[in-house]
């Protein structure tokens, strides 16, 4: 069944802001199918935006091209830098992705370990690593953890981790990815406070709706390959038409 | 790529017909030993098990690091294997990762897939397990170093016999490639080695009872030792003939008649002037001979593995 | 996203495809050995064998350049054989000094080498032949005909089964390991070649404790659906009277491939 695409029903705002800019991207997997139809984005400083729309829409393939994992034709530029493969690391060091399954981001024995891996990585002396890991840790409310085995945690302390684990590098965007599915209603909140407080310009991907409304001044919605909507979450999540049509329920 | 070719992964017609067959049949020998052991002990509920360790192993085999020196390091597994699951489970496991490494991705050949079995799964299973068995009882560091050190040793032993067997096969020179193959995987096998101690020292402290488990004493006892020793000896002993004095080597292969004194050709007739020595296929009979020589070895081996097996309490 | 990269077969109603896995395993092992057995330089019994080769590609309804394409997987390989270029015997072609030693390319070992890269080139087009009209199944299913233990091709049958989540796992670990190996500009990055082995290790320490805690699940989930040791699959293979007529024929032409050789 064809879904028409109106041309972006909210034009986004342009301040020049350069946290991350994305112009005009495409992108088809190997196999041929088409999962990024042109997609255009802009993120202010201080942003919190989030990314919904149906399963295949095409968020998580957009989220990966936003740190080089993937890579399509278009531009993307974060911090005004423009993304190419030689400046990969760089990128990465600022565009901070936590992925759905906290287990595939938790492959040290210990938290410390893992939240340590980013900036080691970086060639950050000793002392620096460990500022850094105690900050990440204490912005995710978990700095008790630091000598903990990471296979022995709940599904909820290892995403707050997984998001500690990015953190430590210091990125200027934070992009998640579902990072609510699968926790318990305690859980939930402990992440909703921990993001509210969290200063960092954000993007994140997510059928939360209720989330949403709490947390994310900005609503994209994907569908298709495209982005279709793109402005104030309370003007969006009142359009019901707008929500049905792309598979979303009014909450 | 995904897959990569290992350079062990010896492919079709590399190896001769008679040597093939020879590698065959240790490899179902010692095959079909593990799979009684494997019954005995075990029973049916570990084959869903094995299974999905097996594809643990395909797994972990595309988990890689860059060097630095333009390779990429990664595990082949074979000692992890044998210490996480005990010897013969681990030769079936490392059977069947072989076997859909040949058979799905022609990542090894059908007919040398009796070598490669061998020298990919049952000689590093045995020095595995021999060396991990020597250090039942002592401290994690010990072991840890044990481990790295038949990582190591694993990597040589393999390079080594696919040497011999190209070289027998007449597809290679003695001593060259046994010196590329051994220094090439000199190198390999330090990240095999840094891999596996990782890996295990991982699992030593997030869950040391599946590492204890794996070395129990159902699994055979000192024999082990003997045979990962009496591998590492043929290694450590044959390399440096290999490759730095070949011609003693090569002149017992000759007059047992296992290397041909000359490739046999199809000489077109133009150069039919040039005088010939004897061209004629290997004497079979003498090779047989030695498959006969090699299997008793292997019998003995395993029979002593079993006299030497502490007693069940 | 899922990946196809293991599935090697590809769906036709081919005559080939419709041979019993059985008759098709046997002539490809046939085709092989022919080809180990086959002497240095019978250019034209490569060629004889090359034609079968291009047949049995036209018969598998794949076109005649599919195992073509795919047959230079072996190719680096190729490196431990090159000393068989310098087999003494026979006149010398040309000669070069390497590391302070001679090294003297001869006729034979030209011939040689050359030799065993074709009739290795050849021979792997077979097996990719073999795996792209059989579906895997039904090739375990054929292997068991043939005597192979049935405690392997269920460990074999299991690996195929779980490849597919095991290898995604591993991909979304590497992913997740690159999104965080970032570099500070101006700065080395990377960490020693040390500290990235222990990283690699770390995560084969974790993918093995998934994939062994995930054994008890599946084990559970098999019991509860009626397991009792033994794999069953669907297909009956009967091997009809076109089975053994190919087959003889092919091995026919396999034999004469070898007559032709001499």
């Known amino acids: 069944m064809p879904i028409t695409h109106p041309a972006q029903k909210f034009p986004p705002p342009d ?94 024995p210990t938290v410390f370990e893992d939240v340590a891996f980013g900036p080691l990585h970086m060639g950050l002396p000793e002392a620096e690593v460990r500022a850094r890991v105690d900050e990440a840790l204490a912005a995710v409310r978990m700095s008790a953890y630091a000598d903990r085995l990471s296979h022995h945690l709940s599904v909820g302390e290892k995403k707050r981790i997984a998001i500690a684990t990015v953190l430590s590098m210091r990125p200027s965007l934070l992009v998640l990815d579902e990072p609510s599915a699968g926790l318990d209603p305690r859980a939930r909140r402990t992440l909703i406070h921990l993001l509210r407080d969290l200063p960092i310009t954000m993007l994140v991907s997510t059928h939360d709706m209720a989330l949403v409304k709490e947390l994310f001044p900005r609503t994209i919605i994907m569908d298709e390959g495209m982005i279709v909507a793109d402005g104030l979450t309370r003007e969006i999540l009142e359009d019901a038409s707008l929500l049905e049509a792309h598979g979303l329920e009014k909450v | 790529m995904l897959i990569s070719p290992t350079p062990l992964h010896i492919p079709e017609v590399y190896l001769s017909l008679p040597v093939a067959l020879v590698c065959w049949i240790i490899t179902a020998l010692t095959l079909s030993v593990a799979i009684r052991r494997t019954n005995q002990s075990l029973g049916e509920r570990q084959i869903p098990l094995m299974g999905i360790m097996a594809a643990f192993i395909f797994a972990a085999q595309m988990i890689n690091f860059p060097t630095g020196v333009g390779v990429s390091g990664h595990l082949l597994g074979g000692v992890l294997a044998a210490i996480l699951l005990g010897p013969w489970s681990a030769m079936l496991v490392m059977t069947a990762v072989i076997a859909v490494q040949g058979l799905l991705f022609q990542d090894g050949g059908l007919t040398s897939m009796g070598a490669n079995i061998l020298n990919m799964g049952l000689l590093t299973a045995a020095i595995g397990y021999g060396f991990y068995r020597a250090a039942l009882g002592r401290g994690r ?48 096998g330090l990240g095999e080695a840094a891999i596996t101690v990782a890996a295990l020292g991982f699992l030593m402290r997030t869950r040391p009872d599946l590492v204890d488990e794996s070395s129990a004493s159902t699994q055979g006892g000192r024999g082990w030792i003997v045979a990962g020793l009496l591998v590492t000896v043929a290694t450590l002993f044959l390399a440096p003939f290999a490759s730095a004095n070949p011609d003693g080597l090569e002149r017992v292969a000759l007059d047992l008649g296992i290397v041909p004194a000359h490739p046999a050709t199809n000489l077109p007739a133009p150069l039919a002037n040039y005088a010939i020595p004897a061209l004629g296929n290997t004497p079979i009979s003498t090779v047989v001979a030695g498959a006969i020589g090699l299997v008793i070895v292997t019998i003995l081996i395993i029979l002593a593995g079993r006299a030497l097996r502490k007693p069940q309490s | 996203m899922h990946s196809n990269l293991f599935d090697r077969y590809h769906d036709k109603q081919s005559f080939l495809h419709h041979l019993d896995p059985r008759v098709k395993v046997v002539l490809t092992v046939a085709f092989i050995v022919s080809n180990v057995l086959l002497t240095d330089g019978a250019w034209l019994a490569f060629a004889c064998a090359w034609s079968l080769i291009l047949i049995a590609n036209l018969l598998s309804q794949l076109g005649w350049s599919f195992t073509l394409r795919r047959s230079f997987i072996a190719l680096p390989f190729a490196l431990a054989a090159l000393s068989s270029l310098f087999e003494p015997g026979g006149p010398a072609l040309s000669s070069f000094m390497f590391l302070g030693a001679k090294f003297t390319i001869t006729y034979f070992g030209l011939l040689r080498f050359s030799s065993i890269l074709i009739r290795s080139w050849l021979s792997v087009q077979a097996a990719i032949l073999l795996v792209a009209v059989t579906p895997f199944p039904d090739l375990l299913h054929a292997l068991e005909h043939l005597r192979v233990p049935k405690i392997i091709t269920t460990i074999i049958a299991f690996l195929y089964r779980y490849l597919f989540v095991l290898t995604d796992e591993v991909l979304r670990l590497m992913r997740a390991r690159q999104a965080r190996s970032a570099a500070a500009p101006g700065q080395r990055s990377g960490g020693s070649v040390m500290w990235r082995a222990n990283v690699t290790g770390n995560m084969v320490g974790q993918l093995f404790l998934r994939s062994y805690e995930r054994s008890d699940r599946i084990y559970n989930a098999m019991l509860a659906r009626g397991y009792a040791g033994q794999i069953r699959t669907l297909h009956a293979h009967t091997l009809t009277r076109r089975d053994w007529w190919f087959g003889a024929l092919a091995i026919a032409l396999i034999l004469s491939l070898q007559l032709i050789g001499r």
Not at chain 2, 160 to 183: D, F, H, K, N, P
Request: net charge negative.
């Open chain 1, 15 to 108: 301040h020049g802001c350069d946290v991350l800019q994305v112009r005009d991207l495409h992108f088809a997997y190997p196999d041929g199918h088409a999962a990024l139809l042109g997609v255009s984005l802009k993120m202010c400083e201080g942003d919190k935006a989030a990314l919904v729309g149906p399963n295949g829409a095409g968020k998580s393939t957009l989220m990966l091209h936003l740190n080089g994992i993937l890579e399509g034709r278009g531009e993307i530029e974060v911090g005004g830098l423009r993304l190419t493969r030689d400046n990969l690391p760089v990128i990465r060091s600022m565009v901070g992705l936590v992925f759905q399954n906290p287990d595939d981001q938790l492959f040290s």
């Open chain 2, 141 to 188: 560091m010990t072991k840890l170093i044990f481990a790295g050190l038949a990582a190591w040793l694993s990597v040589e032993a393999g390079a080594l016999a696919t040497s011999l067997e190209l070289w027998l096969s007449g597809s290679a020179r003695l001593q060259v490639v046994t010196i590329a193959m051994l220094a090439v995987h000199a190198v390999i």
